[in-house]
C-alpha cells in the first residue's frame, strides 16, 4: 500500500513558512508527497527559491497551474524530473504533464504512481481539452497507479472529471479556487476525489490576498493591487492510500500555525 499526501496551493511566503516548518514533521508517515506550487511565488506561480522551499521540505513532486509562468525561472526548472506542468497544454511547450515514480511502499517492493496536472477551462484562460488529453494519457503502458490534480475553477468540470475518471485513476484531487470542500469520498472502482483541496496559506485572507485589495475591488468596482496577506497560516491538503493501483481510503488533512 501507499501512503501518498497531497498539499493544496502554496500561496507565497505565509504558505512556504507553513509547509516548511509542518511538512518535515510528519513526512515520514507518507510514501509520497505532491505538493501544488502554482501560487508559491508572490501568489503567482513558482520561482527557484520557491521550488528549493518546497522539495526541501519533503516534495517529492511539485504540480502547477494556470500562472506557470509567471516566472521566467520556471523555464530553467521544468526539466527537474520533480516539477509538472498541465498537460493539456500546446504540442511543444516546455516541461511534462506527467511523470511516472516508483515509490517503495509498504511491503518494501517499489510501486509504480503517475502524477498527473491538468487545466479545467470552464472561467479560465485557454487550454486543450483536459478529457481527451487524458484520455489519450491513459493509454499508455506502465502508468500503475494514476494521481491527478485538476486544477479548475469550476465545481462542475471538477466533478466531472471524477465522474469521468472512475475506476481509471487512483485519485482527482481539484486545486484553484483554495476553498476547502466537503465532498472527500472514494469514487466507484476506487478513485479518491475531493472537488478542492484547500489551499496552503495566510487564513485571514480573501483566497491568500490581503483583504483590504479585494474588499475594495468589489466595492468600488475599480482595479486594485493585491498582496499576500500576513499572519498565520494554514496547511490543506489530502491523504489517499492506494493498494493495486486503486485508492482505500482518502482523508482531509488540515493544520494551522499557533502564535503568530
Request: aromatic share 8%; glycine share 12%; with cysteine.
Amino acid at each position: 500500500m501507499l501512503r501518498v499526501l497531497f498539499v493544496g496551493d502554496v500561496y507565497g511566503k505565509p504558505g512556504r513558512r507553513v509547509l516548511a516548518s509542518h511538512l518535515p514533521t510528519i513526512r515520514s508517515q507518507f510514501h509520497f508527497v505532491i505538493v501544488n506550487g502554482e501560487n508559491a511565488a508572490g501568489g503567482f506561480g513558482l520561482n527557484r527559491e520557491s521550488f528549493n522551499i518546497i522539495t526541501r521540505a519533503g516534495a517529492d513532486c511539485i504540480t502547477l497551474g494556470n500562472h506557470a509562468w509567471h516566472h521566467k525561472e520556471v523555464f530553467d526548472l521544468l526539466p527537474d524530473p520533480r516539477l509538472i506542468r498541465p498537460l493539456n497544454l500546446p504540442l511543444g511547450t516546455p516541461g511534462n504533464g506527467f511523470r511516472r515514480f516508483d515509490v517503495i511502499g509498504d511491503t518494501g517492493r517499489s510501486e509504480r504512481l503517475t502524477v498527473v496536472n491538468a487545466l479545467g477551462r470552464v472561467f479560465m484562460e485557454p487550454s486543450g481539452n483536459p478529457f481527451t488529453a487524458l484520455d489519450e494519457l491513459l493509454t499508455r503502458p506502465d502508468l500503475g497507479a494514476v494521481f491527478l490534480d485538476f486544477h479548475a475553477e469550476a465545481t462542475s468540470e471538477k466533478a466531472a472529471m471524477g465522474q469521468f475518471l472512475a475506476g481509471r485513476a487512483a485519485a482527482v484531487i481539484g486545486t484553484h479556487t483554495h476553498v476547502a470542500t466537503a465532498d472527500t469520498r472514494i469514487l466507484p472502482g476506487g478513485t479518491a476525489f475531493q472537488t478542492d483541496a484547500g489551499f496552503t496559506g495566510p487564513m485571514d485572507s480573501v483566497i491568500g490576498a490581503d483583504p483590504s485589495g479585494p474588499v475594495q475591488r468589489f466595492t468600488t468596482e475599480l482595479p486594485h493591487r493585491f498582496g499576500v496577506k500576513e499572519g498565520a497560516a494554514e496547511l490543506n491538503g489530502v491523504i489517499v492510500h492506494i493498494q493495486d493501483g486503486r485508492a482505500v481510503q482518502i482523508e482531509r488533512y488540515h493544520y494551522e500555525e499557533e502564535g503568530l
